[in-house]
């Protein structure tokens, strides 16, 4: 089992920048893909970015290419998501989530990862 705890979401205004980090527990984090994806208000969750298990790959959906960077430190169980110009279609629930299938091209499908966070919450003004 791997417990994932979410912190640095916020309020920040349009064009602002905001850093979300995601502390990892239990199962060795260093062996898990891990996947930042988002829900705003009566929308379905969305694949915002993941990050192969050493760093070695990253995907991002295409809206936020350019603004948003995926990284981690697996010393620190930690995965971050450096979040730039930010736009008020970004707000929403991050969640953080890991998957254990760590072979073949990362996934944008929620039903791929095995474990979640509870969520932080991102809010843009405009």
């Known amino acids: 089992q791997v417990q994932l705890v979410e912190s640095g979401g916020g309020l920040v205004q349009a064009g602002g920048s905001l850093r979300l980090s995601c502390t990892a527990s239990g199962r060795t984090f260093s062996t898990t893909n891990m996947a930042w994806f988002r829900q705003g208000p009566g929308k379905e969750r969305e694949f915002v970015a993941a990050?192969?298990?050493?760093?070695?790959?990253?995907l991002y959906v295409d809206s936020v290419k350019g603004r948003f960077t995926i990284s981690r430190d697996n010393a620190k169980n930690t995965v971050y998501l450096q979040m730039n110009t930010l736009k008020p279609e970004d707000a929403g629930d991050y969640y953080c989530?890991?998957?254990?299938?760590?072979?073949?091209?990362?996934?944008?499908?929620?039903?791929?990862?095995?474990?979640w966070g509870q969520g932080t919450q991102v809010t843009v003004s405009s």
């Open positions: 990050i192969r298990w050493n760093g070695g790959a990253t």
């Open positions: 989530a890991g998957s254990i299938i760590i072979v073949g091209p990362l996934s944008t499908r929620p039903e791929r990862y095995n474990y």
